[in-house]
């Protein structure tokens, strides 16, 4: 049977394969290539393929890292698209990832390092030599150690690139004597990781959306930005188109996922948790832990024996989680008890189902307990 997608595919499979065969590129010979068929923006003409290079390489606009194509025209690179071989993105790429090209020749960019020669805020800089920077660093890194203090001494960063994350952190800070750092993860989802390493003692979401048959999202613009962004949201749509797949969005603002979801449960800012603990409440006082969820229990640990059995993991949960009722979350959340009862019901039984989240919910001083309701919650249903 020919489905929407394999519909789609073959329709992709066929274009690429005329294109491919009356283009030679002067690099990556082999690639199909869907660029290149639009104007320059060096002189406005329509380009054929043969005045432009395709370079293979990766967007590095966000931690997906999706693989791409740079097109390049009189060496300076003129356009982004996906990778057609990649089977992460399916060929396709953000739009933030296009516009990768504007940050590379961006009039503002920094390409020299710059001493701040005014008062903090004033503005004023003056660009310095490597030499003078280096040393200049060098010499209050060394006073601090020499002072006894290399822990005050804090190495702060975007993202790292691939290999240099070793041989910073495990060569450079480790031989310095510092692991004091900062990064973008300390003010985005870092409650969310560090809540999924107590937890499991490791983390990564990676959602099985080609199979699950229902979504609860809480506080996700998955559909928008994310982790493995692209890959993620091309996946979870084609379930949506393909499948009918039922999406519950949790969310204080009315996103575009919370617009294309199944369902939108507008919620007070940082209060998933109560309604996370109040379905976790449902499952186990209905008994809807019975069969995937019971059997994972026997790999969680719910009580302060390490031996306990399965039966004292469920009467200690439900004893534990009787005070979280749906009618307390009312309270605390302004969704209604009944919501939040049947979409748990509803959660409990459609399996496989997948519980996601991100900072709409973990970026809070809670966020981090929510994330390991959230977990709870998917471990008391089985859909781990
Ligand atoms: S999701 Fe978009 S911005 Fe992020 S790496 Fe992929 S193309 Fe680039």
């Given at each position: 049977m020919v489905s929407r997608r394999n519909f789609l595919k073959l329709g992709a499979a066929t274009a690429t394969a005329t294109l491919a065969g009356g283009v030679s590129l002067s690099s990556a010979k082999d690639l199909p290539v869907k660029g290149g068929k639009d104007f320059s923006p060096k002189t406005g003409r329509r380009m054929g393929f043969a005045s432009r290079k395709a370079i293979p390489t990766s967007c590095w606009s966000c931690v997906t890292r999706c693989p791409a194509m740079g097109y390049v025209e009189d060496g300076r690179l003129v356009k982004m698209e996906g990778h057609p071989n990649s089977i992460r993105t399916e060929g396709v790429m953000c739009a933030k990832g296009q516009a990768g090209v504007n940050q590379l020749y961006d009039p503002d960019r920094i390409l020299h390092p710059m001493k701040r020669v005014g008062k903090r805020g004033e503005g004023k800089w003056k660009r310095i030599s490597w030499d003078e920077a280096l040393n200049e660093v060098a010499g209050r890194l060394k006073k601090l150690r020499d002072d006894g203090h290399p822990e005050k001494f804090m190495f702060h960063y975007g993202r790292m690139k691939s290999s240099s994350s070793k041989l910073i952190k495990s060569v450079f800070l480790a031989t310095y004597g510092t692991g004091t750092g900062g990064n973008h993860t300390s003010?985005?989802?870092?409650?969310?990781?560090?809540?999924?390493?107590?937890?499991?003692?490791?983390?990564?979401?990676?959602?099985?959306?080609?199979?699950?048959?229902?979504?609860?999202?809480?506080?996700?613009?998955?559909?928008?930005?994310?982790?493995?962004?692209?890959?993620?949201?091309?996946?979870?749509?084609?379930?949506?188109?393909?499948?009918?797949?039922?999406?519950?969005?949790?969310?204080?603002?009315?996103?575009?996922?919370?617009?294309?979801?199944?369902?939108?449960?507008?919620?007070?800012?940082?209060?998933?948790?109560?309604?996370?603990?109040?379905?976790?409440?449902?499952?186990?006082?209905?008994?809807?832990?019975?069969?995937?969820?019971?059997?994972?229990?026997?790999?969680?640990?719910?009580?302060?024996?390490?031996?306990?059995?399965?039966?004292?993991?469920?009467?200690?949960?439900?004893?534990?989680?009787?005070?979280?009722t749906p009618a307390w979350a009312e309270e605390i959340s302004g969704v209604s008890a009944d919501k939040i009862a049947s979409i748990a019901r509803e959660f409990a039984a459609a399996r496989p189902g997948c519980v996601i989240n991100y900072r709409g919910s973990v970026a809070h001083y809670n966020g981090h307990d929510t994330e390991r309701a959230i977990q709870m919650l998917a471990s008391i249903t089985g859909n781990i």
């Open positions: 003010i985005c989802e870092g409650g969310k990781w560090t809540a999924q390493e107590f937890t499991w003692g490791g983390h990564y979401d990676n959602w099985d959306f080609d199979n699950t048959r229902f979504v609860l999202n809480f506080g996700s613009n998955v559909l928008e930005a994310h982790t493995n962004h692209v890959p993620t949201a091309h996946r979870l749509l084609w379930a949506m188109a393909e499948r009918d797949l039922r999406m519950v969005t949790f969310d204080v603002r009315l996103s575009n996922t919370a617009a294309k979801s199944s369902e939108w449960v507008p919620i007070k800012p940082g209060t998933d948790l109560a309604v996370v603990l109040a379905m976790c409440n449902v499952v186990m006082s209905e008994d809807l832990y019975k069969g995937d969820g019971e059997d994972f229990l026997k790999f969680c640990k719910a009580t302060a024996n390490n031996n306990a059995s399965v039966v004292d993991k469920v009467a200690t949960l439900k004893a534990h989680l009787a005070q979280y």
